[in-house]
């Protein structure tokens, strides 16, 4: 993380995720933002996934104002949901996540905000 906040110029603002065995950190960019995952605990997914693939890019994060017709529309079109489905998020977010095998390869998470400024970065 310190590579990123240096090439920035920022802080991250961090928080970990037990219930995920992760650690993130958000930086802002523009009108968007960019949040790295660390495994906190060896048999975590995303230790797993490093493992497996190495670093690199793990997901994409799409927001949308209502995460269950979102889930719905997505399983309407085949893709799949990973368990256990919707849970808590950074900053008390809702999100969810759709397997890598609809969308080339790449896990895309579904986010909702419960607070839409709960877990944006400050600066």
């Given at each position: 993380?310190?590579?990123?906040?240096?090439?920035?110029?920022?802080?991250?603002?961090?928080?970990?995720?037990?219930?995920?065995?992760?650690?993130?950190?958000?930086?802002?960019?523009?009108?968007?933002?960019?949040?790295?995952?660390?495994?906190?605990s060896d048999d975590s997914p995303t230790a797993r996934?490093?493992?497996?693939?190495?670093?690199?890019?793990?997901?994409?994060?799409?927001?949308?104002?209502?995460?269950?017709?979102?889930?719905?529309?997505?399983?309407?079109?085949?893709?799949?949901?990973?368990?256990?489905?919707?849970?808590?998020?950074?900053?008390?977010?809702?999100?969810?996540?759709?397997?890598?095998?609809?969308?080339?390869?790449?896990?895309?998470?579904l986010r909702q905000a419960g607070d839409p400024k709960?877990?944006?970065?400050?600066?």
């Open positions: 993380m310190p590579r990123w906040a240096a090439l920035l110029g920022q802080t991250a603002v961090e928080e970990d995720l037990p219930a995920d065995g992760v650690r993130v950190a958000f930086f802002s960019c523009g009108d968007s933002r960019i949040e790295l995952v660390a495994p906190t996934s490093l493992r497996r693939r190495g670093a690199g890019l793990h997901h994409i994060c799409l927001s949308t104002p209502d995460l269950g017709a979102a889930l719905k529309a997505a399983q309407e079109r085949g893709l799949e949901v990973v368990p256990p489905g919707v849970r808590t998020g950074a900053g008390g977010t809702k999100v969810a996540f759709l397997h890598p095998r609809g969308a080339d390869g790449t896990l895309v998470e709960a877990s944006e970065p400050k600066r």
